[in-house]
């Protein structure tokens, strides 16, 4: 028996989510040392947003499932080398996205949406220690 199998917009932005996490100096906070600021590309409170345009076969080809496509807005923190990051960043969600679902990733955009200073993190993260 045959039958069609899709993957909604949401799962392909999760995949997006997690596999970025998993880019070595990315999202790690990293407590050791003066600069465990700054090997962060963003900060928790500005989380990554991350838009999908899928497209399905036109034909009804088994093994051709679709193509995606991601728009990937984020806040980097000052000092990160925002080109090789942002490469990293790419190289994973293809990676991992065509991995899961077989689907072919067409191009993956970074947008630079703001840049936080390392300091004003170190700030944000006393106050909450002190709460």
Do not use: C, W
Request: no cysteine.
């Amino acid at each position: 028996m045959q039958g069609n199998t899709v993957i909604n917009e949401s799962v392909f932005v999760e995949i997006a989510r997690e596999a970025m996490q998993k880019v070595e100096d990315v999202f790690k906070q990293d407590k050791k040392g003066g600069l465990s600021g700054i090997t962060r590309i963003f900060t928790d409170r500005f989380t990554p947003h991350i838009a999908v345009k899928k497209t399905e076969s036109a034909e009804l080809d088994e093994t051709e499932v679709g193509s995606v496509d991601f728009e990937v807005k984020l806040t980097v923190v000052y000092g990160v080398k925002i080109p090789e990051v942002a490469q990293k960043v790419r190289d994973k969600i293809i990676s991992e996205v065509e991995t899961f679902t077989g689907y072919k990733v067409d191009k993956v955009d970074i947008v630079i949406e703001k840049i936080v200073k390392p300091e004003e993190e170190e700030e944000e993260e006393e106050e909450k220690v002190e709460e």
